[in-house]
C-alpha cells in the first residue's frame, strides 16, 4: 500500500486526487496540507507541514508555487519523493525545484495527460513541415484559475520551439503593438470564463489554409489518475528531476 500525502488536499484538484485515490486498491491517502479548513476529510489534515506525524511514501502536490516549494523542505527532510502538478511556478521557483531534485526525487509535469504529451509531440513535428505557417495557441479554462498562460499552452510552444531550434519567442500581449506579425514569434493567447475544464489548440496558419489540432479535457480525473501514476512510479527513483516522458 503505497502512503500518500496529498498538498492542497481541500482545494479542487486535490479533492479529485483523493477521491481517484480511493478507488484503487494500493493507495492509501494519509494526511494533507492545506490552508483551508472549511472541508472535513477522514484523515488529518495540517496547516503547517511541520506537525505532520503520519509515515508517508510520496507527496502528491496540486497546490499553489509557495506552496509546493514549502512541501519540498518537509520531503528533503524526509527523504520523500514528490509529484509536482502544479503550475504557474516562475524561472526562480523552477530553478529551486531543480535544486531540490538534487537531493530528493521530484517529478514535475504541467500537465499529467497522456494525450497532451502525444499532441506536444505531434505539433513539435507539424512545426517544421509547416515552417512558413504562423503558429498561435489558445487555451480556454474555468474562470476560477489563476495563472495564464497555462502550462499546457508553455508546453506546447517549448515543444514547439525546441523543435524549431529555439529561434522563436513567444507573443503573449499585442494590444500595445502596431507591427506587422513576425515569422518568429509563437502567439499565445489565454480565455478565462465558465466552468471550461481545459481546452488547447494550436493552429498553423498558412497561405490560404489553416491546420489546426484541440485537445479538450471533459474531466479533472484524467489529471488525478496521471498524478498517481506518477506517484507509484516514482516510489523507487533516485533523486533526479523526472517528467511525463519517464512516464510514458
Known amino acids: 500500500m503505497i502512503k500518500v500525502l496529498i498538498n492542497g488536499v481541500n482545494g479542487r484538484m486535490g479533492q479529485v486526487v483523493l477521491n481517484q485515490a480511493q478507488t484503487k486498491d494500493n493507495f492509501s491517502v494519509v494526511c494533507g496540507v492545506d490552508q483551508n479548513d472549511s472541508i472535513t476529510n477522514s484523515f488529518p489534515v495540517y496547516a503547517d507541514y511541520n506537525n505532520i506525524k503520519e509515515d508517508v511514501d510520496v507527496i502528491v502536490d496540486f497546490s499553489t508555487p509557495t506552496a509546493s516549494l514549502n512541501i519540498l523542505k518537509f520531503a528533503e527532510a524526509n527523504s520523500i519523493p514528490v509529484v509536482i502538478a502544479t503550475t504557474g511556478f516562475s524561472d526562480e521557483d523552477l530553478n529551486t525545484i531543480k535544486e531540490y531534485s538534487s537531493r530528493i526525487p521530484i517529478f514535475r509535469a504541467s500537465n499529467m495527460s497522456y494525450e497532451v504529451n502525444v499532441m506536444a509531440d505531434l505539433v513539435a513535428k507539424l512545426a517544421v513541415l509547416l515552417k512558413d505557417s504562423d503558429i498561435e495557441i489558445v487555451d480556454t479554462h474555468h474562470a476560477g484559475k489563476v495563472d495564464s498562460p497555462s502550462g499546457t499552452a508553455l508546453i506546447f510552444a517549448d515543444s514547439i520551439n525546441a523543435a524549431l531550434d529555439n529561434e522563436m519567442h513567444y507573443e503573449y500581449n499585442r494590444e500595445s503593438k502596431r507591427e506587422k506579425r513576425s515569422k518568429k514569434e509563437i502567439g499565445i493567447h489565454s480565455i478565462r470564463g465558465g466552468t471550461v475544464v481545459g481546452k488547447h489548440t494550436v493552429a498553423f496558419y498558412g497561405q490560404n489554409e489553416t491546420l ?23 516510489i523507487n527513483q533516485k533523486n533526479g528531476l523526472y517528467g511525463m516522458n519517464n512516464l510514458i
Open 212 to 234: 489546426e489540432i484541440t485537445h479538450s479535457v471533459d474531466s479533472r480525473s484524467i489529471f488525478a489518475d496521471g498524478a498517481l501514476k506518477a506517484a507509484e512510479f516514482m
